[in-house]
Nanobody, 123 residues
Framework: QVQLVESGGDLVQPGGSLRLSCTVS????????IGWFRQAPGKEREAVSG????????YYTDSVKGRFTISKDAAKNSVYLQMSALKPEDTGRYYC????????????????WGQGTQVTVSS
């Protein structure tokens, strides 16, 4: 059974940092790319970051470049999203998902999703 479980969300002040984790089961990370998406209240879900199967290629939406870093540890069945210099506009529910298509920022190219973890950036 394929599962993805996110953790690490929290309330943090602007300028702060968080590390999100996505722990997977039921499949092997070496064979699948993983993406992180987020959704703020009243807004559409947007792609934040992605990492390919090998881990050698990473992708970021423009608004998080230089602040977020995606990585993976296949031995721990986990993908991480290190977030720094957080801004209020980073607030939202963050989801990780398994990609079975070719476009990292298309939600329709992902077949399994976690339940999400809430990130709130506020003073």
């Amino acid at each position: 059974q394929v599962q993805l479980v996110e953790s690490g969300g929290d309330l943090v002040q602007p300028g702060g940092s968080l590390r999100l984790s996505c722990t997977v089961s039921g499949f092997t990370l070496e064979y699948y790319a993983i993406g992180w998406f987020r959704q703020a209240p009243g807004k559409e879900r947007e792609a934040v970051s992605g990492i390919n199967r090998s881990g050698r290629s990473t992708y970021y939406t423009d608004s998080v470049k230089g602040r977020f870093t995606i990585s993976k540890d296949a031995a721990k069945n986990s993908v991480y999203l290190q977030m720094s210099a957080l801004k209020p506009e980073d607030t939202g529910r963050y989801y990780c998902a398994r990609r079975n298509g070719s476009i990292w920022f298309y939600a329709s190219d992902y077949d399994y999703w976690g339940q999400g973890t809430q990130v709130t950036v506020s003073s």
